[in-house]
């Protein structure tokens, strides 16, 4: 690791990867990437090398200049303050508490109800069947996208993107949380406002290069 300031311990399917991806790329940073596959071999995530790097055993995880940082959100607002040329937050403080609830109610209210290791919980406890887990995970979706459309709605600071003409931190959590939901046959109809905003998003390369199915580690179709 001595060879790259920033690596990135990731997996091309973890939406909480995904977000740091679509931040290091929009501010233009190279860096590397290391595999963790959360599936083979029960989860590579749980290996003692890995835990000693992250002691909760989840991805993503960056080091920079030898120092770990955990938990995609403090990744993302780390990387605004150590490489302020492209922000992801607006300037106004207002508008940075706004953009942090936008990122907030994925990170927090969403995807802890449907991660991997919940949906494992799940499973393991109360042997539902495969649609139950499914169902399970699209009301939380649906709840949190709910009120995220409804926000962006009603706020002025809704440019292009949703917190005006710039993607930003915002749409570095929405992104991946609707290709989660796009994988689970979430019904996205109404929410016309997030389809609008996530296309947008994913015509820049940016986002494009931070997409599961680009990563070194997807498996090839």
């Given amino acids: 690791m001595a060879d790259s300031a920033l690596v990135l311990f990731d997996y091309w399917r973890s939406s909480a990867s995904y977000r740091v991806r679509i931040a290091l790329h929009l501010k233009g940073l190279a860096f590397k990437q290391h595999s963790v596959h959360l599936v083979r071999d029960g989860g590579e995530q749980h290996a003692s090398s890995y835990r000693d790097l992250n002691p909760q055993g989840l991805v993503p995880?960056?080091?920079?200049?030898?120092?770990?940082?955990?938990?995609?959100?403090?990744?993302?607002?780390?990387?605004?303050?150590?490489?302020?040329?492209?922000?992801?937050?607006p300037p106004d403080p207002l508008s940075r508490a706004r953009a942090r609830a936008l990122a907030q109610t994925v990170a927090c209210d969403i995807h802890p109800?449907?991660?991997?290791?919940?949906?494992?919980?799940?499973?393991q406890r109360f042997s539902p069947g495969k649609g139950e887990v499914v169902e399970w995970m699209n009301h939380w979706v649906s709840e949190g996208f709910s009120a995220i459309e409804q926000w962006l709605s009603r706020s002025s600071a809704m440019g292009d993107f949703c917190m005006g003409d710039a993607p930003g931190l915002a749409d570095c959590f929405l992104v991946p949380q609707v290709y989660n939901a796009e994988?689970?046959?979430?019904?996205?109809?109404?929410?016309?406002?997030?389809?609008?905003?996530?296309?947008?998003?994913?015509?820049?390369?940016?986002?494009?290069?931070?997409?599961?199915?680009?990563?070194?580690?997807?498996?090839?179709?």
């Fill in 113 to 123: 109800l449907n991660n991997l290791r919940v949906q494992q919980q799940i499973r």
């Fill in 183 to 221: 994988r689970f046959g979430c019904d996205l109809a109404p929410f016309p406002r997030i389809i609008e905003v996530t296309g947008r998003c994913r015509g820049i390369p940016a986002f494009a290069a931070a997409a599961p199915e680009a990563q070194p580690d997807a498996p090839v179709e």
């Fill in 61 to 89: 995880a960056l080091v920079h200049n030898g120092q770990v940082l955990t938990q995609s959100l403090s990744i993302c607002e780390y990387l605004d303050e150590q490489f302020p040329e492209y922000a992801l937050l």
